[in-house]
């Protein structure tokens, strides 16, 4: 039997983990332990016995997981950490100090138990990493699945020097992810390089990239280093690369092969040493079938290959509570501290506009976030961002996906949720009076937080066959 600790400065998580692992659930033969106080999980480690360490990262506490995972790690106990603020920069750090993997909250049990079986049968033969370099600040947002997945990845490449292929929809931040690969590598101290292949025509975008000799065509009146010899020894990213020519993906072909680049017009070559990370809007795999890309190329492209989510399948639903969880507030969130801090002002979006902005489809993805949340701040009535400073075109996309943008009526739907049909006016009425009536006896305070006098509140009452039910002090 495998002895698991689990740590979590929440009692009622480390029961519900305690439920979900526990002896026989699922055929998992494991003990559960379990601490609510890093120094107590501390002290059991250190007695030794546990195969795993399963630990939430923040734990209110001097001592966070990743802690507790240094001390894990030199005992030999694997760790997974779970988060309920995943980031790219706590997933770069849990990889470097030797963590097994990481979730975030809310998890999926299924997935978890998978996890957590891995983990116990890799405990024997998994071996310490090799120290991982030093990864500058990312401001990559996000704790859904899909984004846990790409944050994964990136962890994994970061001694890694192979070819990546980045796909995805346009504005889902393809080069942000390009950047942060480069960041967290050990070629972060030399040149990142980045060129839209789709914004230049085909002679242009050789010279640009392999460089050309003086005299090589019209205009080239002397030699020019191309963009691979200005990247060597860093990374060169290819953005929109499914829009170049089958002539053009020749020579980039040669170049990935060969690592060496001849410049337009020339005869000699030059031995570069450059990562290449690609991206496309396009699907590659489809382009090959129809002719349109190489497929020699696609497949040295995409040694590895990273799908960047669309902000509209950025969620996760809470398995405990049915609750969707969307990645669309940490994002907007993100952009208005952004904003906050270039200005030097405060703003909020108000709760009700949060939910029409969670509603819409953001078909333009997270740059249409980071447009939508400078266009509200320096246009909206006051620091504090109103349903109605919401633009034109998310209300229209809203109306014609039939979506209720009501400010007043979305949170009377979702109290109703589940009644066969809406209250009445007069009904609504007598709710809300019962309400204030749990918490408020005297009569003055009534009538002033509904904005009646005492005799039109009396006789309130009455109609809504409440009697006086208040007392007569002030």
């Keep these: 039997m495998a002895r698991v600790l689990v740590v979590d400065d929440s009692r009622e998580t480390c029961d519900l983990l305690e439920l979900l692992l526990g002896e026989g659930s699922d055929g998992l033969d494991l003990e559960i332990v379990k601490a609510t106080k890093p120094r107590e999980a501390i002290e059991l480690l250190n007695k030794g016995g546990f195969e795993l360490m399963l630990s939430d990262i923040n734990l209110e506490s001097d001592l966070d997981g990743l802690d507790l995972l240094r001390v894990a790690k030199p005992l030999g106990v694997e760790t997974i950490l779970l988060t309920g603020f995943g980031t790219l920069e706590k997933a770069l750090e849990a990889v470097k100090e030797g963590a097994f993997d990481f ?26 990493p090799d120290t991982a370099p030093h990864a500058q600040r990312s401001v990559m947002v996000g704790s859904s699945p899909k984004m846990m997945d790409v944050y994964r990845t990136i962890a994994s490449l970061q001694n890694s020097r192979t070819t990546v292929l980045i796909s995805g929809e346009s504005g889902t931040g393809k080069e942000l992810v390009a950047r942060t690969i480069h960041q967290s590598s050990d070629r972060r101290d030399r040149p990142f390089v980045a060129i839209n292949c789709g914004a ?22 002397s030699d020019k280093k191309g963009l691979f010899e200005e990247a060597n020894g860093g990374t060169i990213f290819l953005d929109e690369v499914g829009e170049t020519s089958p002539s053009f993906q020749v020579r980039l072909l040669r170049v990935l092969q060969e690592h060496e680049v001849r410049k337009v017009g020339g005869n000699k070559t030059v031995q570069v040493d450059v990562r290449v990370i690609a991206a496309t809007n396009r699907d590659l795999a489809q382009m090959v079938k129809t002719g349109t890309f190489r497929e020699d190329l696609y497949y040295r492209l995409s040694v590895v290959e990273i799908r960047v989510p669309a902000v509209r399948e950025r969620w996760s639903k809470d398995e405990n509570t049915g609750k969707v969880i969307s990645d669309i507030p940490l994002l907007l969130n993100h952009f208005l501290a952004e904003i906050c801090n270039k200005d030097q002002q405060t703003y909020r ?31 909206s009535r006051g620091r504090e961002i109103t349903p109605e400073d919401i633009p034109e075109k998310i209300r229209e996309d809203l109306r014609t996906r039939n979506v209720e943008i009501s400010n007043t009526q979305a949170p009377l739907l979702e109290l109703v949720e589940g009644w066969d049909h809406l209250p009445t006016l007069e009904e609504l009425e007598r709710r809300y009076i019962q309400v204030l009536l749990k918490h408020e006896r005297r009569k003055s305070r009534v009538a002033e937080i509904l904005g009646k006098d005492r005799t039109t509140l009396y006789r309130k009452l009455k109609d809504l066959g409440l009697g006086d039910g208040i007392e007569d002090g002030l």
Excluded: C
Excluded at 204 to 221: N, P, R, W, Y
């Design 103 to 128: 979730l975030s909250k809310p998890w999926n049990n299924e997935e978890l138990k998978a996890l957590v079986k891995r983990a116990i049968v890799r405990r024997e033969s998994r071996k310490s």
């Design 200 to 221: 230049l025509t085909e002679s242009l975008l050789e010279s640009e990239l392999f460089g050309h000799v003086k005299g090589s065509f019209t205009g080239a009146i």
């Design 349 to 379: 979006i108000r709760p009700d506009a949060m939910r029409v902005l969670e509603r819409y489809s953001w078909p333009g993805n997270v740059r249409e976030m980071g447009n939508v949340i400078e266009h509200l701040t320096q246009l």
